[in-house]
């Protein structure tokens, strides 16, 4: 152990200045962790490709980023364990447990994220990706039988359907705990439901990759489907992000003038967006805990968000929003009618209801999150072997 109380590395199989959700994560938590006196350092694998549509990135970064060349064996990306021998930290976090899960033989004590286990997905998706999930379960089991005996290993899962999914694999011999990702919450203009801007039209907003991955193409189904509603003329999409669908985005454009699209916004544009709109639609086909829908929840917007999102953990259904089959596009469209129409009808019910969606998700903000997560790595710098 250094000076200080330990240090902390995080191994991440992709780019951070791809800084999507995960990228976040390691932002936020390592700060805090640099903060409460411990080292950080991130080690990303050079051979992963930035993504298409990677948000600017626009921070000050406070920990060492190493790009390194991972190995690939059978699939599946590992790091030299020269690499993390170079470093010697207290305690190992990986981002992506289908990654790197063999690091736990190293001898340092690891910690598993789950950050792209997409165990709700799965009754959505393809055979070919179900039969991957299939191969990597059964691979994961053997790992656990013949590598991980007697290793200081902690699960953290995002959700509780990951958590249970991680208990019943592993035969529940490793801890799992489930903490959310930590949410910037600064903006307080929400506190005062009169400080709201109220436009001449219902804005609905979808945030985030412009792909069928993130459900973009339902997004656009489901937009198709209102404009030729009577009440169409009153409302105003607002489509915020870039990705492999622009093309057909910008084809839909072409038909109709209440189609706003603002490409690559920065997180300050975001906060504005978010104040600015109405509802937040995010029809996700992979997520485990997507920060879009929660800072759209800490923006006081109510959600229309996939039922591969956990309620439990972000959503609450009825009170905060609804999570709906992607399946079933319709149900989003009687949803957003019915935010509609308290919108359009009873304003103050609708501007109280930002205010009580905003205090239902304070338990989301980073200031509430990242004390449980330091409460995690100092309980697990503690336990002895």
Not at 266 to 285: A, C, E, G, N, Q
């Amino acid at each position: 152990m250094i000076n200080g109380k330990g240090r902390i590395l995080f191994i991440h199989n992709a780019k951070f200045r791809n800084w999507k959700g995960t990228e976040r994560f390691i932002f936020e938590l390592g700060n805090f962790l640099i903060e409460n006196g411990f080292e950080v350092n991130v080690i990303e694998n050079s051979r992963a490709k930035r993504i298409m549509d990677a948000a600017p990135l626009d921070i000050n970064i406070p920990f060492d980023i190493k790009a390194i060349k991972f190995k690939r064996i059978f699939g599946i990306d590992l790091v030299p364990k020269k690499e993390i021998k170079k470093i010697d930290p207290d305690i190992v976090y990986v981002t992506f447990l289908n990654s790197n899960p063999l690091v736990p033989s190293s001898e340092y004590k690891t910690i598993l994220g789950t950050h792209i286990l997409h165990v709700s997905s799965l009754k959505y998706a393809k055979f070919r990706e179900r039969l991957n999930f299939s191969v990597r379960s059964f691979f994961l089991s053997f790992i656990v039988k013949f590598f991980w005996k007697n290793k200081d290993i902690v699960f953290h899962a995002l959700n509780y359907e990951q958590r249970d999914w991680l208990v019943r694999k592993t035969h529940n011999k490793f801890p799992v705990i489930v903490i959310g990702n930590p949410v910037e919450c600064t903006s307080t203009d929400v506190n005062e439901p009169q400080k709201f801007t109220v436009f001449d039209k219902f804005r609905i907003l979808y945030f985030g990759s412009l792909s069928a991955y993130k459900g973009f193409d339902l997004f656009l189904e489901i937009v198709k489907e209102l404009e030729g509603n009577e009440v169409s003329n009153r409302m105003e999409f607002i489509i915020a992000g870039s990705g492999s669908l622009e093309a057909e985005l910008a084809k839909l454009m072409k038909f109709y003038d209440n189609i706003i699209f603002i490409k690559s916004p920065s997180d300050s544009d975001k906060k504005r967006i978010m104040h600015d709109s109405d509802l937040f639609v995010y029809p996700s086909r992979h997520d485990n805990f997507p920060l879009t829908v929660a800072e759209a929840q800490i923006a006081g917007m109510p959600v229309l968000a996939s039922d591969v999102i956990s309620t439990a953990n972000i959503v609450i259904n009825g009170e905060t929003g609804f999570t709906l089959p992607i399946d079933e596009p319709q149900l989003f469209v009687e949803k957003i009618k019915y935010y509609y129409d308290m919108w359009s009808n009873n304003r103050a019910k609708y501007l109280q209801m930002r205010l009580d969606i905003f205090n239902a998700s304070k338990r989301l903000c980073k200031e509430n999150v990242l004390p449980l997560y330091l409460k995690m790595f100092e309980e697990f710098m503690q336990k002895t072997s």
